[in-house]
């Protein structure tokens, strides 16, 4: 089990990283695809190969993906995840208002949950959205993802934060 978990792990963070800070969805899609059919049962595998799928304009195989996640057997900061992820999916079929509402929600959570990297992260992603889309909320939204990021002082994020 312990080996499988550390498999699962590499397959996630590389397709973490070639999606959020390389915006390479299809290395991300491949890398995750690669992976063994017991790996891809897993929350981590679902919920970033839902996200790749929806960001690169495939938003029904995205969301039929996004579905396959059983609700019941997560953590609390995996439903947090999912939230985000969830209105990353109501901002790509126009309904910002709701998505943006998860977003929020999303992050508040893992702010209460100690997870500051997660919420800056959700923050980002939020902040791409709105300014994706041309919101009047963008500044606002870029101002509060850069803010979060800051205060972690780590390199990764630091980059990202750049791109806003």
Do not use: W
């Not at 579905?67 to 953590?75: C, H, M, N, R, T």
Request: aromatic fraction near 8%.
């Amino acid at each position: 089990m312990t080996r499988f978990i550390i498999v699962l792990r590499r397959y996630a963070s590389a397709s973490h990283i070639a999606a959020t800070y390389l915006e390479d969805d299809g290395k991300a899609i491949g890398i995750l695809t690669g992976s063994t059919p017991a790996q891809q049962d897993h929350f981590l595998f679902n919920n970033n190969l839902a996200f790749c799928l929806i960001r690169s304009g495939e938003v029904e195989p995205g969301i039929r993906q996004l579905a396959k996640i059983d609700v019941s057997s997560l953590s609390n900061r995996e439903k947090l995840v999912l939230l985000a992820t969830r209105g990353f999916v109501l901002f790509r079929t126009g309904n910002a208002d709701e998505g943006r509402r998860l977003y929020i929600n999303a992050i508040d959570g893992l702010l209460q949950s100690n997870d500051a990297e997660s919420a800056a992260l959700a923050a980002y992603f939020l902040a791409r959205e709105e300014k994706r889309i041309g919101s009047e909320l963008a500044k606002l939204r870029i101002d509060e993802a850069k803010s979060r990021i800051e205060r972690l002082n780590q390199p990764l994020l630091d980059f990202l934060a750049k791109k806003l």
